[in-house]
């Protein structure tokens, strides 16, 4: 494993070298609900601080497994906060355990909010801790309060070379109920959202051409993908969606137009959970997974 670093450098930059090393745009999804523990870790899940240790040891376990075939995790913060202030913890030991091991973190977080408010949300996670690197290298945040809630998320990336992926047009069936509705000349909302986004990312275009401000779009969703990426070349999507919510690595093709390192692609229950439909070790199961979606997609994306 590597030792822990400060990020100094360019958040995008940093993505674009991992995924061309690795040949992977594959990031493990992190959501640990105690109740689907493998039996060896459900005996240690007994009280607040049992179940929060176990999960961060189930967490562990699948960054040992998949670390070969991801460039990241992407740690959803709902489950770690479910546990308390032990699960806080654990999802600092996760995120620091990660980065020794080499990948890059998406805290996925959904942040929103205005002035002082956001400049502390910033700071909890893409700002170095004192002497400690940020908890993530980079953060998904909500745009629905406008510019002034994204800007200090920018201003912090710029100082410290963190990454953001602003909320556009999720993977859920609901998203449509907001994210669909028409404005006056006729595009969905989303559209607009992409649009002040991208004008957003232009202040953090790094050497590569690609921002480190990128977008959210549902891998459930293959036109919207192709939409996307016209709308904003220069931006990183993530992707999620592929697995439990029914995509395939063939839905997110469009997306790699910009270069192999222009899509992240976000599996979670599908990886953490593999046990379940493959049966054997929830570790090896978890890694044959990995190893099998990122050359799936890394040929799907044609590079």
């Known amino acids: 494993m590597t030792q822990l670093g400060t990020a100094t450098t360019h958040f995008a930059d940093r993505l674009a070298e991992s995924v061309e090393r690795k040949r992977s745009q594959l990031v493990l999804g992190l959501d640990p609900v105690v109740d ?53 913890r654990a999802l600092e030991d996760v995120c620091d355990y990660a980065r020794m091991a080499g990948l890059l973190v998406i805290a996925d977080a959904k942040r929103g909010d205005i002035g002082s408010t956001a400049r502390a949300y910033a700071a909890a996670f893409i700002e170095p801790r004192g002497l400690r690197p940020a908890l ?41 109920d907001v994210q669909d509705l028409r404005l006056y000349d006729g595009r969905p909302l989303w559209h607009q959202v992409a649009a002040l986004a991208h004008e957003w990312g232009e ?74 439909r493959l049966g054997g070790d929830w570790r090896v199961a978890a890694g044959a997974e990995a190893a099998r979606l990122r050359d799936e997609i890394w040929a799907v994306s044609g590079w």
């Open 36 to 88: 689907l523990l493998p039996v060896e870790l459900q005996g240690e899940a007994v009280g607040a601080e049992g179940a929060a240790a176990a999960a961060a040891r189930f967490c562990r376990g699948l960054v040992d497994a998949a670390a070969h075939a991801v460039i990241a995790i992407k740690p959803q913060l709902a489950f770690f906060e479910a546990l308390g202030s032990h699960g806080i």
């Open 136 to 176: 993530a290298d980079s953060v998904t945040i909500n745009p629905y309060l406008g510019r002034e809630s994204v800007e200090p998320f920018v201003s912090a990336c710029k100082r410290h070379g963190g990454g953001l992926f602003v909320l556009t047009k999720t993977s859920n069936a609901g998203s449509a």
């Open 203 to 276: 202040e953090l275009v790094g050497e590569r051409g690609l921002s480190s401000l990128g977008l959210v779009v549902g891998a459930t969703y293959p036109r919207a993908i192709g939409e996307a990426r016209r709308l904003c070349p220069q931006q990183v999507l993530l992707l999620p969606g592929i697995g439990a919510q029914g995509a395939t690595p063939a839905d997110v093709a469009r997306a790699f137009t910009s270069g192999p390192a222009s899509a992240l692609v976000s599996v979670s229950r599908a990886l953490d959970y593999a046990y379940r």
